[in-house]
């Protein structure tokens, strides 16, 4: 089974960008349903996007408007989320999750194989 680590977040100012990073290990991340979700403090945690294992393309929650990109490099086995025009309401616990098999969709409950997330805090 997969296994994965988030890396990248930290204090960023509104307005900047964060690149986020989640290595893989154990099985190549091609072969899953893999995305990015994230947790505000009091808050459920929601999709970001995905990328399918069938067409390599990505789907993006209806709630991101544009300034999130998903893409996954399949050599180093790890998946990124570069984050622009940070805003205050970013600040979350970042997690990237993993599910083969099934619909792929950023839906919190399709997926089964989480990382320990990376924390991100804007401030404005």
């Known amino acids: 089974q997969v296994q994965l680590a988030e890396s990248g977040g930290g204090s960023a100012q509104a307005g900047g960008s964060l690149r986020l990073s989640c290595v893989a290990s154990g099985e190549p991340l091609s072969a899953y349903c893999i995305g990015w979700f994230r947790q505000a403090p009091g808050k459920e945690r929601e999709g970001i996007a995905v990328?399918?294992?069938?067409?390599?393309?990505?789907t993006y929650a209806a709630s991101v408007k544009g300034r999130f990109t998903i893409s996954r490099d399949n050599a180093k086995n790890t998946l990124y989320l570069q984050i622009n025009t940070l805003k205050s309401e970013d600040t979350a616990m970042y997690y990237c999750?993993?599910?083969?098999?099934?619909?792929?969709?950023?839906?919190?409950?399709?997926?089964?194989?989480w990382g320990q997330g990376t924390q991100v805090t804007v401030s404005s």
């Open positions: 990328i399918s294992p069938y067409s390599g393309l990505p």
């Open positions: 999750a993993a599910q083969k098999g099934g619909h792929c969709a950023p839906v919190v409950r399709y997926f089964g194989t």
